[in-house]
């Protein structure tokens, strides 16, 4: 579903017949991963010549390879076709309350080197010049993954619809930081920024397999505050500001405890990492930075390894956050009626502990059966935000500028 909006008419008018062709055939290698010249035709609904010709365009403009050789019933097998990832990568940078996360990936987000870290400095022009140096060095011990493309940033916090802008960071403490130009000015690279979540609700559409839409989907981000990003029709909505989907910060009660953001009792003050660890060192409310050295001195994946060994403390925090998080996705559920939900975090750990007590809550809550709704946990392992970074270089390679 495309929505019908005059400026998006107007934008789509700038774009050639030719152009949208190419678009079209990069989003199904995407999707398909590899396809046969005559597959690729047949998806088209074009006859063979024209589609071998927007091929070739693609292959001579070095974002299509022709791979190995498919299956064929009879005759000769055909060579199959495949998005050209080889020789470039991007980095992918996931920026946390206390640590933040970098790597190099493929345009299509396979981690390139394993996953470095260092601590996130508060202050925004420190943190700029630290990521710098950081993204630099990165770069020069692997100039073997080709020429980098650009780099993606997930943000825990609101970025403006140009992705230049922090606009606010609640756990951080920033307002209307100008992040985006002096880190490409620092690097000589180009720079996506996004919200985390929204970035990770693109990597989902940027993942997708196969023939059929999705359908809509929602991604939930729980960590030191809780994001939501929603693909509908097949896109990321932002609304206006880029600011749709904040559901961390819908209240579940209006005298609870106080959120990063300055109100009481959003969603995301029950069930963050740092309530959870909270309610685990005996504090009904979270804490705001700086932590103190209770909170500060244990984990979420602590927590859960102690709920395992079958500290009853350790249990009822998570069973408390998992009823208040069941809750909360109520009103997702309520509000989009998506197909399905997944869930980042540290707390998808302790997703068979959880699972019943989250379903329970949402039971409670929405107006149709929420057994329907398909929930799906991302392990941690998955980096499911540093695929969403590298999704925001990625989409921009192969669905945007350099194709348009
Ligand atoms: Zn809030």
Not at 245 to 269: K, M, N, T, V, Y
Not at 294 to 302: F, G, N, S
Request: include cysteine; aromatic fraction near 4%; charge should be positive.
């Amino acid at each position: 579903m495309k929505r019908l909006h005059p400026r998006h008419l107007k934008v789509a008018t700038r774009k050639t017949p030719r152009a949208i062709n190419r678009e079209i055939v990069l989003n199904l290698l995407r999707s398909h991963r590899a396809v046969s010249r005559a597959d690729l035709a047949r998806l088209l609904g074009m006859q063979r010549s024209a589609a071998g010709r927007i091929v070739s365009d693609l292959i001579e403009r070095g974002l299509v390879r022709e791979g190995a050789t498919g299956a064929a019933d009879r005759g000769r097998k055909p060579t199959l076709l495949h998005l050209d990832s080889r020789g470039r990568c991007a980095v992918a940078v996931d920026v946390r309350l206390t640590r933040t996360y970098i790597v190099l990936t493929d345009l299509v987000g396979q981690e390139l080197t394993p996953v470095r870290s260092f601590a996130t400095d508060g202050e925004p022009q420190k943190f700029a010049a630290h990521l710098v140096g950081e993204i630099r060095r990165l770069l020069a011990e692997h100039p073997d993954t080709g020429r980098c493309l650009g780099v993606g940033i997930a943000f825990p916090g609101v970025v403006d619809r140009s992705g230049s802008v922090v606009v606010r960071a609640p756990a951080l403490g920033w307002r209307d930081v100008r992040l985006r130009d002096p880190l490409a000015a620092g690097l000589g690279l180009p720079v996506e920024m996004e919200n985390a979540a929204k970035a990770c609700a693109l990597a989902l559409i940027w993942s997708a397999r196969g023939d059929e839409p999705p359908g809509d989907l929602v991604f939930v981000s729980v960590s030191d505050g809780v994001g939501v990003g929603l693909v509908i029709g097949g896109e990321v909505l932002r609304g206006r500001n880029n600011t749709a989907g904040e559901f961390g910060h819908l209240p579940l009660s209006i005298d609870g405890p106080r959120c990063a953001c300055g109100a009481q009792g959003c969603w995301e003050a029950y069930v963050s990492n740092l309530a959870t660890l909270s309610r685990y060192v005996g504090n009904s409310r979270p804490p705001r930075p700086p932590l103190p050295a209770d909170v500060a001195r244990v984990t979420v994946e602590e927590v859960i390894a102690r709920a395992r060994r079958g500290d009853v403390k350790a249990v009822t925090a998570l069973l408390s956050t998992a009823r208040y998080f069941g809750i909360g996705l109520a009103s997702i559920v309520n509000a989009l009626d998506p197909a399905r939900i997944y869930i980042g975090g540290e707390i998808t750990a302790a997703w068979d502990l959880i699972e019943p007590t989250v379903r329970d809550g949402l039971a409670e809550h929405v107006l149709v059966s929420a057994a329907e709704t398909e929930i799906v946990p991302v392990a941690a392992e998955e980096h499911p935000r540093l695929r969403g970074a590298s999704a925001l270089v990625g989409a921009s390679v192969f669905a945007g500028a350099s194709v348009a």
